[in-house]
């Protein structure tokens, strides 16, 4: 019997971890990577045996018009090659062992395997063409609990005792930086917490405000139990109104006040564009100018030696306090057309030289 679902709602908090809490979390990031990748790994193996059985393209044979046959086959087809979430949380346990099983529990190694299951069975369903092997420099940036009782969890200081809240993973204990000035921290922080996610983010360079030495930001996300906070000016309405959609405009009558008609959103946007392009070049964006300048280098004629000129003059300098003289070459070349793109110059003197 599957459990009622409650709306849920994400609260993100910042943490302050110390150089050896980040080094304990970047072990527990790469146990879990390679982890996820061998799980990854037999859910993918699993699903190739099972698409090269028969029984796997007799089932496709079946009409989709006979919902229950095809649906019995394939079942009986995952079910016979272990192709499943349970089953795979079963390989789990076999593969959470030796050195990964001191940084990785039980229930964390059962969402990474949910999780790999997920990415393959949409392979299965053909709503994807293949999925991805987690590499060492790209790593797993995000590990999840599904339960807040052990763990991976989030704690937080009873009212009476204090405000501080910690991510509690293995022996590590992470404070989290908690604004209580904040409404929207002090609305989530007041619901109960279903679960904890540990995130880590690039920040700009190791020398950035809350990073590690390898540059790294950590976050917590708690997965709370209610509605997210409204602000009073994002407070949805409760009238009806009418609308009328047309091909460049939108007209848009309340039960009170005054209708309207405004532009819709890709006409906006289209007459931004023209806009754009009148303007001289000068004032347009960069990327628009040097987009525009390899169109006409693309265009224009490969040398162009009869609107370019070379001056070659010598010029004489004196070392202060010596009587030797020194006379380098100078080349001076003339900017041509004025819309010429200027990596075509460079290649035009080197090819000269």
């Known amino acids: 019997m599957k459990r009622a679902k409650t ?10 971890a110390d150089p050896g809490q980040a080094r304990h979390l970047r072990a527990h990031f790469e146990a879990a990577r390679c982890l996820y990748n061998a799980l990854l790994g037999e859910a993918l193996a699993r699903l190739n045996r099972m698409r090269a059985d028969p029984a796997w393209q007799a089932a496709r044979a079946l009409p989709k018009t006979q919902k229950q046959e095809r649906a019995a086959a394939f079942s009986h087809l995952r079910q016979q090659y272990g192709f499943s979430e ?10 959470n062992c030796t050195w990964i099983a001191d940084h990785i529990d039980a229930v964390t190694a059962q969402t990474l395997a949910t999780r790999a299951y997920q990415a393959v069975n949409r ?17 797993l940036d995000s590990v999840e609990n599904k339960q807040e009782k052990s ?9 009476e005792e204090g405000n501080q809240g910690w991510l509690v993973w293995g022996k590590d204990r992470l404070p989290a930086i908690i604004d209580w000035e904040d409404p929207v921290v002090k609305y989530g922080l007041d619901h109960p917490i279903k679960y904890a996610r540990l995130v880590r983010r690039k920040a700009s360079s190791p020398r950035a405000k809350g990073a590690d030495c390898q540059g790294y930001r950590y976050y917590v996300q708690l997965a709370l139990k209610g509605t997210p906070y409204q602000k009073k000016k994002n407070k949805p309405g409760h009238e ?20 309207r008609l405004t532009a819709a959103r890709c006409t906006q946007e289209a007459a931004l ?11 347009q964006p960069a990327e628009l100018r040097r987009k525009r300048a390899h169109q006409e280098a693309r265009q224009a004629p490969p040398h162009l030696e009869e609107q370019q000129e070379i001056s070659c003059h010598t010029t004489a300098t004196r070392s202060p306090g010596t009587q030797a003289c020194r006379a380098p070459e100078e080349f001076t070349w003339a900017a041509g057309p004025r819309n010429y793109p200027r990596w075509q110059r460079h290649s035009y003197r080197e090819s000269f030289l």
């Open 240 to 259: 009806v109104i009418g609308l009328d959609l047309g091909p460049s405009t939108i007209a848009i009558v309340p039960r009170e006040g005054e209708a």
């Open 7 to 16: 709306p849920t709602f994400l609260l993100e908090l910042p943490l302050a």
């Open 123 to 139: 392979v299965c369903l053909g709503k994807a063409k293949k999925v991805r092997f987690k590499s060492k420099g790209r790593g």
């Open 86 to 95: 349970y089953a795979l949380h079963e390989f789990a346990k076999e593969a």
């Open 273 to 283: 564009r023209a806009q754009v392009r009148q303007t001289t070049p000068c004032q």
């Open 151 to 159: 763990g991976l969890r989030f704690l937080l200081q009873p009212p």
